[in-house]
Nanobody
């Protein structure tokens, strides 16, 4: 499975961004995809994930501001991020595993290259 993340950028606090993760190499419908982020000097943390039948889960800190969705026709998962805060600044990675999602990065077998999100105050 190859994953290509995109959509990051420099925005101001309160703005929105939509990240995309395009998957190739394996049947998209069998995959669960997750988003993780890592700020400099910090551990990688879970953001959101969606499983192959559309169920989604979020970290407590992002619930209500972020929304994950999938488009099987485009083999792409999106992360809509609203009301961005400076503390959301990080490199965002998408990851994939078969079937069911997980909040643990060690459970994912495939990783994209990351896309940088920077939120200024």
């Amino acid at each position: 499975v190859q994953l290509q993340a995109s959509g990051g950028g420099l925005v101001q606090a309160g703005d929105s961004l939509r990240l995309s993760c395009a998957a190739s190499g394996r049947t998209f419908r069998r995959l669960a995809l997750g988003w993780f982020r890592q700020a400099p000097g910090e551990e990688r943390e879970f953001v959101a994930a969606i499983n192959r039948i559309g169920g989604a889960t979020y970290s407590d800190s992002n619930r209500g501001r972020f929304a994950i969705s999938g488009d099987s026709a485009k083999n792409t998962v999106y992360l809509q991020m609203d009301s961005l805060k400076p503390e959301d600044t990080a490199m965002y990675y998408c990851a994939a595993r078969l079937d069911w999602y997980s909040k643990e990065d060690k459970d994912y077998n495939y990783w994209g290259q990351g896309t940088q999100v920077t939120v200024s105050s």
